[in-house]
Nanobody
Framework: QVQLVEAGGGLVQAGDSLRLSCAASGRNLVLYALGWFRQVPGKEREFVATSWSDGTTDYADSVKDRFTISRDNARNTVNLQMNNLKPEDSAVYYC????????????????WGPGTQVSVSS
């Protein structure tokens, strides 16, 4: 099993930037995709971005021009740099680990962090 802990959420205004970080622990982390989902009340948990240990990345269309995911295999961390934040980015952001290959859906995620709140005011 993989344990995940997020940090870096907060309250910002539209156009500002935030960087989220996720610390992962466990065995064979190189086999896992590590990434981010987000969720607001009443909506499905939404894929944001993911990163594999070989450097491959994947982004949701809604964030691909503004967010950047990075992974440090030596430190077992994954970060999400969020630029030009919009009110619609407001959500609880969850770090996620998956090994099934279905990394764009919560159904393919095996481990979740507890979440960190991102609030963007207009």
């Amino acid at each position: 099993q993989v344990q995940l802990v997020e940090a870096g959420g907060g309250l910002v205004q539209a156009g500002d930037s935030l960087r989220l970080s996720c610390a992962a622990s466990g065995r064979n982390l190189v086999l896992y995709a590590l990434g981010w989902f987000r969720q607001v009340p009443g909506k499905e948990r939404e894929f944001v971005a993911t990163s594999w240990s070989d450097g491959t990345t994947d982004y949701a269309d809604s964030v691909k021009d503004r967010f950047t995911i990075s992974r440090d295999n030596a430190r077992n961390t994954v970060n999400l740099q969020m630029n030009n934040l919009k009110p619609e980015d407001s959500a609880v952001y969850y770090c996620a680990a998956g090994i099934t290959g279905r990394t764009r859906t919560p159904l393919g995620i095996e481990s979740w962090g507890p979440g960190t709140q991102v609030s963007v005011s207009s």
